[in-house]
């Protein structure tokens, strides 16, 4: 058995950490630096970043940002939001970044992934995939793009086993269904793409009990947790889901 990850994520905008529901109704969630250095302090095994407006206002990820949290921890950045180049990718990663993770990019230019993966190492790369359910798709699930504001016609589940032949290292699925409701992972969906890639899952959106974390991995067959609102509202904190893991069989890192 694999040891469960635990990863807190910053969706970023205008320099805060913000938290909405289905990736609107945005609120306040606090300063980036001061809650990155608490995951860590906490026992976080790696931290995410999103630059949730980046790509919807046609823009860079703010690279400040990037410096800000990575100086106070020393565990993987994953960060993502307008990464469209490998220059993008290349300045990212001199501002402290360790992987980075794409989305609307990967969509429009597939190339990019295997470009990314060639030069900086699979493990640098994740994409991220926003689906919604759409029974016209053959596993029920479609990709969207734009921050979840764009549906592409592609099959979600297809789509990352695209983007496993293409050098992906990891694969972050997000239900635009489950996102900040904290009602659960879309253990169907995370389920769908588990089973279909032998790459790390991570589950993402939604998570909002104890359970949910338990279920990610042993009905989602997630390898990486990935919550927001749970921690930046101190709901739980990381040392109290992975001990709740343990508790259950699973291994994790205290």
């Known amino acids: 058995m694999s ?26 969630a606090g300063n980036p630096v001061e809650n990155a250095a608490l995951y860590e302090k906490e026992g976080a095994d790696e931290l995410a970043m999103l630059d949730i407006a980046a790509t919807v206002e046609n823009r860079k990820t703010r690279l400040e940002w990037v410096k800000n949290v990575s100086s106070v921890i020393s565990i993987p950045l994953t960060v ?14 001199q501002a402290g970044a360790n992987k980075v993770s794409m989305n609307s990019a990967a969509v429009r230019n597939p190339d990019l992934v295997k470009e990314a993966s ?51 290292g990891v694969i972050l699925p997000t239900s635009m269904d489950g996102d900040g409701t904290q009602a ?4 169907e969906f995370t389920r769908a793409i588990s089973d279909a890639v032998e790459l790390p899952v991570v589950a993402s959106g939604g998570a909002g009990k104890l359970e949910h974390f ?13 919550a927001a609102s749970v921690f930046h509202y101190r709901t739980f904190s990381i040392k109290q889901v992975k001990e709740y893991l343990r508790s259950k069989g699973l291994k994790v890192n205290l």
């Open 80 to 93: 993502g939001g307008g990464i469209a180049s490998m220059e993008d990718i290349e300045l990212v990663l």
């Open 3 to 28: 040891i469960i990850k635990i990863m807190p994520c910053l969706d970023m905008k205008d320099g805060r950490v913000v938290k909405g529901i289905n990736f609107i109704n945005l609120k306040d």
């Open 184 to 187: 659960g992972y879309d253990l």
């Open 214 to 226: 338990l279920d990610a991995v042993t009905k989602g067959g997630a390898d990486i947790l990935l």
């Open 118 to 168: 060639k030069a900086y190492g699979s493990q640098t790369v994740t994409v991220a995939i926003d689906g919604r359910r759409n029974k016209q798709m053959p596993s029920g699930f479609e990709v969207v793009v734009s921050g979840g504001t764009k549906p592409v016609g592609k099959d979600a589940v297809e789509w990352a086993k695209h983007c496993q032949d293409l050098g992906a």
